[in-house]
T-cell receptor
Framework: EDQVTQSPEALRLQEGESSSLNCSYTVSGLRGLFWYRQDPGKGPEFLFT???AGEEKEKERLKATLTKKESFLHITAPKPEDSATYLCAVQENFGNEKLTFGTGTRLTIIP | SAVISQKPSRDICQRGTSLTIQCQVD?????MFWYRQQPGQSLTLIATANQGSEATYESGFVIDKFPISRPNLTFSTLTVSNMSPEDSSIYLC?????????????FGDGTRLSIL
């Protein structure tokens, strides 16, 4: 069974203090790994898809990377508006379009 | 992307009653999904709803408890039947804009359901 573990559960950073969020996964065959951002009271907002080890995607202050066992979401010089819960999900190679989610990292950026 | 609207956004219900949640998309999509997000837990897929066929349920979820309709390519409903406090959760609708796997899903803002 697919498993996704995210760490840390919560992270508080000063504005401008860069860091990384981790997503470890176990899947029989990876079709795609997805990063989402979720604000309170909202649904998850799609950020990135990664398909194969070594792949990287960037968007503003965020960069996602992928290895065969884990993905990192690097946040460079974060701003308070980057505060949110970041979710990681995997889709396996066979079967339906199901996404298996981790429990997320709650990121707080302090001005 | 797509605009996905869910109704109601929240509700408080009595145990033993049923509630139907609606999901409307602003474009035609083949695949729609229903997820549950319980407090402190990850999103869990309840079922996949394809237009013109029966919904496919994940392990632990049954049609009698969570009947789903998919009458056309822009609309779906999820009913939570005979509710108990354990059904208090956020229910989210998502869509895949294309098929073939490896495509992201886009989510509505969810329905926050509390059962008294």
């Amino acid at each position: 069974e697919d498993q996704v573990t995210q760490s840390p559960e919560a992270l508080r950073l000063q504005e401008g203090e860069s860091s990384s969020l981790n997503c470890s996964y176990t899947v029989s065959g990876l079709r795609g790994l997805f990063w989402y951002r979720q604000d309170p009271g909202k649904g998850p907002e799609f950020l990135f898809t990664l398909y194969s080890a070594g792949e990287e995607k960037e968007k503003e202050r965020l960069k996602a990377t992928l290895t065969k066992k884990e993905s990192f979401l690097h946040i460079t010089a974060p701003k308070p508006e980057d505060s949110a819960t970041y979710l990681c999900a995997v889709q396996e190679n066979f079967g339906n379009e199901k996404l298996t989610f981790g429990t997320g990292t709650r990121l707080t950026i302090i001005p | 992307s797509a605009v996905i609207s869910q109704k109601p956004s929240r509700d408080i219900c009595q145990r033993g009653t049923s509630l139907t949640i609606q999901c409307q998309v602003d474009s035609q999509v083949t695949m729609m999904f229903w997820y549950r997000q319980q407090p402190g837990q990850s999103l869990t897929l309840i079922a996949t709803a394809n237009q013109g066929s029966e919904a496919t349920y994940e392990s632990g979820f049954v049609i009698d408890k969570f009947p789903i309709s998919r009458p056309n390519l822009t609309f779906s409903t999820l009913t939570v039947s005979n509710m108990s406090p354990e059904d208090s959760s956020i229910y989210l609708c998502s869509v895949a804009l294309s098929t073939g796997g490896g495509q992201p899903q886009h989510f509505g803002d969810g329905t926050r359901l509390s059962i008294l």
